[in-house]
């Protein structure tokens, strides 16, 4: 079956520095695609270069096997990272404006209810909250009914109870069967939402597949996490190789309970121990030597 | 070209025009501020100082040697040439000129019967003279230089709302990102810039109509010609004017880069359009140049109407340049426009 979305050696190149290089990937229907990456990675460029907003140096785009045409604009749903709406208007009529752009649409209340915009429909859309913002944005990106939406970073910046709500917008546009595109640097929300993803790294793509089946992949360990001062003392000499950061002692392993014998022998205290899967965060970590968010 | 996409943002574009509150005041405060200055500048009568244009022999001197009316103290005597007497004998009969003397033989003199400083200006003449001098008595009404002026602040203020009101705006959008997301859209240049451009329309015929009609309550002033016609000279001006703020808009990223390079356009336009005086002096080439600006061609065909009772024969031409040059400056605008800033 013919993909949605398809990338092919994606480059784009700026003055100083290549944003992208050599990315490809494609993304079949109905599935929810995630760019997994720090800031810098080049998730937006990609991003935008697939929304035919901002053009490649060399590389193709296929959108159900053809490039990019006048039309996609009227069946791609897109929010921006960052975006800035009209003044003085409220959240209905910015959605008035923007669903009388095309020729299919969905109507405004049923916009306003999708994104559980009921509460602020009447609002001026400057005196948003920041998920409020972020879900009349996304209200906006279904404005034309698409069949393929692309959400950049959607909530990056949003407190956890917003981000959570957020989440269940996006499964339940999934459950209508729409294609997604998202970006994140979140591992959860990549973990949580996405059936594939792909993560990147300096411009290019270094892991890409269903987020468990990358780690188990990569991965047939556990972590053991404490905090640092229940650890006691210098890490150095423990018999078992850990990850020590400021605040925290992380310990990869199969054997759980030789590690908990080690621990014990050197005094510390376990109350406050956790044993948690490996996670995307993990994976990054070990694909490049560097945190997801550092 | 969408109409529906193109209502959809003109509709949007003057809801928030009509709420911002504080640009919405500035918009007709500032042209009341020019109805209150009118008001005490040209409210009351015209001020007493008697022009006399002279048509004297080659080479003689306008001195009481050539006639004892001459000698007449506090008058303003202009030396005409035979060519233009029948433009002069018009001025008299705008009360431009007072008096209109022709030395050359026998005197004679042009006086308009309507105009109280002519008939001042006859009674020395014919004191000087002893009464040997033949009466050429001509009709009309004045035409003050607050009638002259009129159009020509009207015009004014209606450049400034044009240019500034949908340049500085559209750099704005461009600036915040919202016409990066208009660009996600299948909004072309063409419809957002056809949209900015009405809704300004709307919004300048609009403090324009009520400053009119302000004006004609509190400062008498002259229309010889058809409102209806006005208004569409008036409305053919400010679609090519707010195209040309558009094309000055179609690219720029700061409001400042903005802001000077329309001030750059404007103030060419306020010179030499002819809103304070007439080019009429001005040498030829200065002339021309003035003839590439929309304001000008605005402005001539207003003074035509209101001056001279000029019907749509007449000022059809500049009404053609005017929409002509609108469709050219929004046509450059969207070949060349910008949705983003970086």
Wanted: charged share 20%.
């Amino acid at each position: 079956m013919t993909p949605v979305l398809e990338v092919r050696d994606l480059v784009k190149q700026y003055p100083s520095v290549r944003a992208v290089d050599g990315v490809s990937f494609s993304i079949r229907e109905g599935c929810c695609f995630g760019l997994l990456g720090p800031n810098g990675a080049g998730k937006t460029t990609t991003v935008e270069i697939m929304e035919g907003v901002t053009s490649a140096t060399s590389g193709v785009v296929l959108y159900r096997g053809e490039p990019l045409g006048a039309g996609f604009r009227d069946e791609a749903g897109i929010q921006f990272q960052k975006t800035s709406l009209q003044e003085f208007l409220t959240v209905r009529e910015t959605l008035a404006l923007f669903t009388r752009l095309y020729p299919k649409r969905r109507s405004v209340d049923e916009l306003i209810r999708l994104c559980a915009l009921e509460q602020v429909a009447e609002r001026d859309n400057r005196k948003l909250s920041g998920g409020q913002l972020q879900r009349l944005l996304l209200a906006i990106a279904l404005a034309n009914d698409p069949r393929v939406i692309f959400l950049d970073e959607p909530t990056t910046g949003l407190d956890p109870q917003a981000r959570r709500n957020f989440w269940d917008l996006v499964q339940a546009i999934k459950a209508e069967g729409r294609t997604v595109l998202l970006t994140t640097h979140y591992m959860e929300e990549a973990y949580l939402l996405c059936d594939e993803i792909a993560i990147m790294d300096r411009g290019r793509i270094i892991a890409e597949g269903p987020p468990s089946q990358l780690l188990a992949e990569h991965f047939d360990d556990v972590v053991l996490e404490l905090p640092r001062r229940d650890f006691g003392g210098d890490p150095a000499g423990f018999p078992l190789p850990l990850l020590a950061t400021a605040d925290r002692i992380e310990i990869s392993t199969r054997d759980v309970e030789g590690a908990l014998r080690a621990l014990l022998e050197r005094g510390a205290s376990l109350r406050q121990l956790r044993i948690r899967p490996r996670n995307l965060e993990d994976l990054f970590l070990e694909l490049t030597g560097r945190e997801l968010r550092a | 070209m969408n109409l529906r996409r193109l209502a959809a943002v003109w509709h949007a574009r003057n809801l928030e025009f009509l709420r911002d509150r504080a640009t919405l005041i500035f918009n007709f405060l500032f042209p009341l501020a020019l109805v209150v200055a009118f008001a005490l500048i040209f409210g009351g009568e015209p001020r007493a100082l008697f022009k006399v244009d002279v048509l004297a022999p080659p080479g003689a001197a306008l001195d009481a040697g050539l006639h004892p009316f001459l000698g007449t103290r506090h008058v303003d005597f202009v030396r005409i040439g035979a060519d233009d007497l029948e433009a002069t004998i018009r001025k008299v009969e705008r009360h431009q000129v007072d008096l209109l003397v022709d030395l050359r033989a026998a005197p004679r003199y042009w006086v308009n019967e309507d105009s109280p400083k002519g008939y001042l200006a006859e009674k020395l003449l014919l004191e000087s003279a002893g009464g040997r001098a033949a009466r050429q008595p001509v009709t009309g009404a004045a035409v003050r230089y607050v009638d002259w002026l009129l159009p020509g602040i009207l015009g004014m203020n209606m450049m400034f709302s044009c240019l500034f009101g949908v340049g500085y705006v559209v750099v704005r959008y461009r600036k915040s990102g919202f016409l990066r997301r208009l660009s996600a859209t299948p909004v072309t240049a063409l419809e957002f810039g056809a949209a900015q451009v009405l809704s300004r329309l709307l919004l300048t015929l609009t403090v324009t109509s009520l400053l009119y009609g302000a004006l004609s309550l509190l400062v008498p002033f002259r229309n010889e010609g058809s409102v209806l016609l006005l208004f569409a000279v008036a409305a053919a001006g400010a679609l090519s004017m707010i195209a040309f703020g558009f094309m000055m808009a179609a690219r720029f990223t700061s409001e400042e880069l903005a802001t000077g390079a329309i001030n750059l356009a404007s103030w060419p336009m306020m010179l030499l359009s002819g809103v304070w005086f007439s080019l009429e002096g001005a040498p030829q080439w200065l002339q021309h140049a003035a003839r590439a600006l929309p304001l000008t061609w605005m402005l001539d065909a207003a003074r035509a109407v209101m001056l001279d009772g000029a019907g749509l024969p007449a000022v059809l031409p500049a009404l053609g340049v005017l929409v002509g040059m609108a469709v050219l400056f929004l046509a450059i605008a969207a070949a060349g426009f910008r949705w983003r800033s970086d």
